[in-house]
């Protein structure tokens, strides 16, 4: 006969008693039975075979018991801990296939429905483009500055070192509105955003200003009384005609790929000293010999004119309240309807305009 056990604790023993470990089997399976979904199911897991489950606490207590008592209790936690991870699988199993049941039922697509026959149109390729462009550079940390279509004269022109007698006032075709005592224009580029940035803001400065402009011109496939320009603006400490030539370097890759060169060309603007007409290297040909000779995008010159930009002319500094002895700048202008119709191969300038919507699905929605 043995002696009585005088190690044997019965408190330690407590969880792992039979009837113990089967209320606590019995639980996790009613749990197991009740999860109506995976993530239910998920949960009961977690409470009933998780590390903190009972069952896994009552599996830590077996070490405490003394050695003859351990076989019989280590059998009975895990009988029952392998009852509810079989219960579980079995489970998972059955709202595995419920849920993909389910989901067949409810993404089923009726490919015999009618279509929506109103049409959808898209964006205007034009919108679309300036927030293209406008992206280019808001990637570069500069902002987008806006100004107003119905401009005053002095902004538009005096502003700009363009004074009332200067000579290339008359190249800008403009629309006066009346009465003329007011010197009010419909603005003839987007040059004014750039005096009405200076004269709001101190530098550092880095904008970009895209917008619709009016000029008197003929309605061709190459000119509207209305089309739209990009302004760039920097003023800074420091600027150089060579921070100018790589934003346009970036601006011309990311518009035309990688790998299109931008040329300088000697010009004048009454805003900027020096200034530039800038070139793009012809994405169609690329300035190849054999194939700029019968290019029709650029007509065998293998570049295609962009646009203007200088240093900024110190006069407008002053002009605009900002000292010039501390600060330089660069500017440029450039069309977008032009960007855009080398960029996608769009010959008449009127598509743009006329609002058809196949023409704004097409390059719309695409841009
Ligand atoms: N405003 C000029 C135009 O419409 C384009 C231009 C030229 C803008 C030189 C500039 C610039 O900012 O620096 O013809």
């Known amino acids: 006969m043995s002696g009585p056990n005088t190690d044997y604790d019965p408190v330690q023993v407590t969880p792992l008693a039979a009837a113990e470990v089967e209320a606590m089997r019995d639980a996790a399976l009613a749990a197991i039975a009740a999860a109506g979904d995976l993530d239910q199911l998920k949960q009961v897991r977690l409470e009933h075979a998780g590390d903190r489950s009972p069952l896994a606490l009552a599996n830590r207590e077996i070490g405490a018991l003394p050695p003859a008592a351990r076989k019989e209790a280590g059998q009975r936690v895990g009988q029952a801990r392998g009852a509810v991870n079989q219960a579980l699988a079995e489970r998972t199993a059955i709202l595995e296939a419920e849920h993909e049941e389910r989901m067949l039922v409810e993404e089923t697509v009726d490919v015999t429905l ?5 049409p959808r149109g898209a964006r205007h390729p034009i ?66 955003v750039q005096a009405r940035t200076m004269l709001t803001r101190t530098p550092p400065i880095y904008v970009v200003c895209p917008g619709r402009v009016f000029r008197t011109d003929e309605y061709d496939a190459t000119h ?7 302004e ?6 420091g600027i150089t005609m060579a921070h100018l030539k790589g934003s346009l370097d970036h601006f011309a890759a990311a518009m035309f790929g990688e790998g299109i060169d931008t040329r300088f060309r000697p010009s004048y603007f009454p805003f900027t000293e020096p200034s530039a007409e800038v070139d793009l290297r012809c994405f169609v040909c690329r300035g190849a010999a054999g194939a700029v000779e019968t290019c029709r995008t650029c007509k065998g010159e293998g570049w295609i004119e962009w646009g203007g930009c200088g240093v900024v002319n110190p006069r407008v500094l002053v002009a605009c309240g900002i000292d010039p002895e501390r600060y330089t700048g660069f500017a440029f202008g450039m069309g977008i309807d032009r960007t855009l119709m080398f960029r996608h191969g769009i010959t008449d300038l009127r598509a743009f305009f006329e609002g058809d919507v196949r023409f704004s699905s097409a390059f719309g929605s695409e841009l």
């Open 114 to 118: 009618p279509v929506d026959r109103t």
């Open 224 to 230: 509207s009384p209305m089309f739209h320009q990009v």
């Open 127 to 192: 919108t679309m483009g300036s927030e293209l462009i406008a992206d280019v550079f808001v990637a570069m940390g500069w902002e987008v500055a806006e100004g107003p279509v119905i401009e005053a004269e002095w902004l538009n022109f005096d502003a700009l070192n363009l004074g009332p007698d200067h000579p290339a006032r008359t190249m800008q075709d403009t629309f006066w509105t009346e009465p003329a005592e007011q010197h009010v224009v419909l603005r003839t580029h987007t040059s004014p």
């Open 232 to 237: 760039g603006l920097v003023v800074d400490e």
